[in-house]
Every structure is written in structure tokens, then in C-alpha cells.
């Protein structure tokens, strides 16, 4: 993503954490919906947010408020403890909405991996795609109160992306086959990720757990052997569905109509209200996704529907 | 695994159970130690167990406590259910135990799937291997009191295997990278799975479980991916090593030495208390093995050294 001019425009897609049975440990990222940041580089020594749209105006402007910004400071301060001089470098950065907050889709995590991978670009790359993570992660601390990486690391690089461990930070790319896509259905609810945490219990069932982590290393296997079936099978979440899916009205509805349309799986992205379901190919995808609209139809709730290949590439820079 | 005959001779491989993070959920195959079990078939329409050598007088002769030929017995079972005249199907089996009992390393597993093999293969192979795995499960029960896979699965299917499900029965096989090799040392205590199974809690902490997912899901890909750095990082254990590794004297010393001389990981073999470490190579696995050996020799219990590959093939037949 080398650029030469003083300007950019980078879009950075939603992402599906948690995938059922990876809860804080795996996400992918989908094509669309996504956000766009647009960055000029000046060398005012001060990075600004200048404008968000699509935002009904929700979204802070204030630089150590606005997670986009937040990233890029943090980005610009480890320059500086490398040794660079950082006191002209300076942004302004414009954020185009194009995804609901507050959905379970990644809405933070886009805007700040876009931002970031701009700035990245117009200083010359100073850092690789893996080397930003830290500073996106920071901004979700300010987002979302923990600076979790199963949204940021998918939207940063693509694809489905392990958090293997956050100390030391370990993060490892999965091989996605090429027909898996994905049906989100957005209802028109907002749950806030901190309210969605605050229900789950700090202890597991041992037994409860087992069950768990043997369809996560099935779904992981499912993906390298490229098992539509396997993934299918290991697509199940015994322990925070249960109780997540209650703040969601029709999710049992809307998760029973995807399957029956033949979704390989369906569950919560990440802490709701969004569902998705994981499907072989986009004929698939399309009419799983039109079953689970039509189920939320009689819950009286607007609904977005999103069909998308899984992302294989992460952020991209726009005209 | 075809024969003519009416005899053969079978022989099954030792098996890690738990690997770490993947407990009661993933196992391997070794080549060292294992047991050899032979069989003849006759027309008795009755299942014997004539002989059992190398067990110190410990296993039980009577055919429905012998794992072995449990495991013979639910196969015969499972034949007259489907509408076979079984009523002349008999076998005398004798079993050379090789390898020590309630050492952690599947000892049971091992003579009954030797056994069930070579009674399938006698009868011209009525079911595939996979298929056989309820009935040494069947066994399993009868050995440690559950019908636990994670040692049978991968001594009947060699490699690594994963056990994605116990309803419905789902084992998947795990590719496994060719220099892929293990060191297992054998202190002469004995533990029962049933009592290194009784010190663990009913509930762990969420946190601890998603180390522990995460991890799993870090080794499956490493093994995988062929990433052996990547395999290494992720055999940690986090909730069941710091307990059980109390009833293994010298556990900590051990490991602690295997990981100086350069395994990619260490811990507690099935529920122990035999100690493996998985290495890059033979001659990696060697030094390993050699430096865990002395680590025990301060705790004076005697000590069997095993070096092996990972078992890729499972059972063989021998001479």
C-alpha cells in the first residue's frame, strides 16, 4: 500500500469475532459492510478527525476519544520512542460510517485499522500490517473498556485470524477456503459489548469447556482441510449462546431458519446483536441470508442483511 | 490388513493423551512401547483370553474384564446385531504385554485395539477401522471406569487425532509433520487415571479456558501449518499440569530441562505419570530424552526412556 502523494483513502471491512466456538480467541473478517478513512498528511505535528459521517453524530471528534485517531497517536508515539523525530507529523482524518455501531460487527475495529493502515502508508511504512496491531488494540481499549484483538487482527489482516495469546502477543493467520461466505443479519437493536460481557459467568463448567475447545480445534481443522462438513459440525457454542442469545429477540427463530436453508452454522457475531451464518458459496449465502431476514420479521425489527465472500486480503485503498 | 489365515499377530503403539492443552480431546501415537497381541480364530463360538505375559500377573484372564477381549466381544456383539451367525465365531488370544500399566500412556488401549484389529482382519474386515473405534471405547470403560477416545483413537488410527465429539462419535485425523518426534520418560510410580481425574475441579475460570482453547486451537494449526515454532509456543497447559504435575515427584525439574535441551514443549502424558516432550527430529528427541532421564535421577525412582516418532500408520500386523 505505498503511496507518494500526501493523501489516501483506505477501506477496512466489519469482522466476525468469537465464530461460535472461538470466544475471545478467533474472528474473520467479511467484505462488507466496512468503513472508509480518508487521511491527509501535513506536517501540523497534530493529528485531527475533521469529519465522520454516518455516524448521526455519535462519534467523538476529540483525538484521544476517536478510536481511528487514537490509533494513529499510538502509532506515532512508538516512532518517536524508536527514536524518530515525530514533532511535524501531523493528520487529518475524515471517517466514513458505513456500518452500524454497536452491532457486534467490528464497527470500531474498522475505523481504526483503516486509519492506521493510512497512516502507515503515508509515512512510508515504517511498520508491517502485524507490527500495527498493538496500536489498533489500543483504541479498542478506549472503545470497549479491554483491548481485545479478534475484531482488529481479522480487519488487519484478513481472513480468519487466532489470538493465540496476548502475552507475549501471538497472533496466526488461518488458511480460509475460497467458498466459504457469510450471511449477517443486523437487527436494528444495539447491545453494548461491555453489557454483553457483564452476563457470562467468570467460572465454566470443566466438562462445558471440553465440549468447547474440541469444536474449536474442529472448525480449525475443518478450515486448513478446506471440511465444509467438519466446519459445519464444530460451528456450535454451548456456553455463551445460551445466554447472549436472550438480549437478541428471534435469534432461536432466525438461527433454525439458516440451518434448514443449509448454512454449514449460524450464532452471534461477536456480542450481538448481529447474527451470521457461514455457508459453502454465495447461492447458499443469499438464501440463508434471505430466511433469516424473513425470520426477524415478525419481531418488528429493522433489519440489515450483508452477503459477503470472507475477506482474504484486509484493508484496501480506495479511488 | 488382510489375511488367509486364521492367526495373526498384531501390534499397537503407546499413545499421549491431553497433549497439553488439549485435554480429553486430542492424542498421538508413538512407535515405542506398544503390545502385541495374538490371535487365533476358531469355531468355539467362544472369545478366551489363553495367555498374558509381561504384566506381572496384574490383568484379569476372564474374557468379559480383559480390555482386549472386551473389546473382540462388543465387535461380535455388534455383528449379530447387524444379522450375522456369530455362534461359531470364536478366538483365543494372547496378549505380550510391552509396555508398563498405569504409566499414562495408554497401556490399556493398546492390547485392545491390537486385539480388535486382528480380529476384524481374521474375519475379513466387516468394518473399517474407524469403525471399530466404539468397540475398544467399550473397553476403555471397562480399564477407567469411561469410555474416553483420546488413547484408543489414535492408537487404532496412528497420527494425531482429535476427538471433536463424544455424541455423535466424531474423531478426526490431524496431519502431522514428518519430523515430528517425542521423548517420553516413564518414572516407575503408578497413578489411576481415576485418581489423577478426582484432583481436578468441576469448574474452571473463564480466562483459564480461553488460554486454553486458544492454545489448542495454536497447536492444531501449528501441526498443520507445519509450524513448529508455532507448536511449540502453544503446548502449554494451563489449568490441569499445575495440579496434576503435584502427584509426579521431579515433574518440574524434568520439564524444565527437556525445554533447556530444546523440546518444543513438555508436559504430563494422558493423567501420568509419564512425562513426554515432542521435538524437531531424532536427534533433538534424543538429547531430550536423555536430559529428562537425569533430571529424575535425583528422585531415585527408576525411569524407562522411550524415543519415538510420531506413529503415522497405526496398528501392523508382525511375524
Known amino acids: ?107 470500531s475495529a474498522a475505523s481504526s485499522v483503516a486509519a492506521v493502515v493510512g497512516a502507515n502508508a503515508l509515512l512510508g511504512e515504517p511498520f508491517t500490517r502485524k507490527e500495527l496491531l498493538p496500536f489498533v488494540m489500543q483504541s479498542e481499549k478506549i472503545a470497549c473498556g479491554a483491548a481485545h484483538a479478534d475484531n482488529v487482527a481479522p480487519a488487519l489482516l484478513g481472513g480468519f485470524v487466532l489470538v493465540r495469546s496476548y502475552d507475549p502477543l501471538d497472533v496466526v493467520q488461518i488458511h480460509v477456503p475460497d467458498d466459504l461466505w457469510c450471511a449477517v443479519v443486523h437487527p436494528h437493536i444495539e447491545l453494548l459489548t461491555e453489557d454483553a460481557r457483564r452476563i457470562l459467568k467468570k467460572n465454566i463448567r470443566l466438562d462445558d469447556a471440553i465440549i468447547q ?71 447458499n449465502a443469499r438464501a440463508v441470508g434471505k430466511s433469516m431476514e424473513k425470520a426477524f420479521v415478525p419481531y418488528q425489527l429493522g433489519t440489515d442483511l450483508y452477503i459477503s465472500q470472507v475477506n482474504h486480503v484486509g484493508p484496501r485503498t480506495v479511488a
Open 213 to 283: 475447545w474440541s469444536n474449536l480445534a474442529g472448525l480449525i481443522t475443518g478450515l486448513m482441510k478446506e471440511d465444509y462438513d467438519l466446519i459445519g459440525r464444530s460451528l456450535d457454542d454451548i456456553i455463551f449462546e445460551p445466554v447472549r442469545s436472550l438480549l437478541i429477540p428471534g435469534f432461536d427463530a432466525v438461527k433454525g431458519d439458516a440451518l434448514k436453508a443449509g448454512a454449514l452454522g449460524c450464532s452471534i457475531s461477536g456480542s450481538g446483536p448481529s447474527i451470521f451464518a457461514l455457508c459453502r458459496g454465495e447461492e
Open 1 to 107: 500500500m505505498k503511496t507518494s502523494s500526501d493523501s489516501i483513502n483506505v477501506y477496512a471491512s466489519a469482522t466476525v469475532a468469537n465464530v461460535a466456538c472461538g470466544f475471545d480467541s478467533l474472528g474473520f473478517a467479511i467484505n462488507e459492510p466496512g468503513d472508509e478513512v480518508a487521511l491527509q498528511r501535513n506536517d501540523s505535528g497534530v493529528v485531527r478527525v475533521t469529519k465522520i459521517t454516518g455516524d448521526n453524530g455519535r462519534l467523538p471528534l476529540e483525538s484521544h476519544k476517536n478510536t481511528a485517531s487514537v490509533a494513529v497517536l499510538t502509532m506515532i508515539d512508538e516512532l518517536k520512542r524508536r527514536g524518530d523525530d515525530t514533532s511535524r507529523v501531523g493528520f487529518d482524518i475524515q471517517i466514513k460510517k458505513m456500518m452500524p455501531l454497536g452491532s457486534g460487527l467490528g464497527s
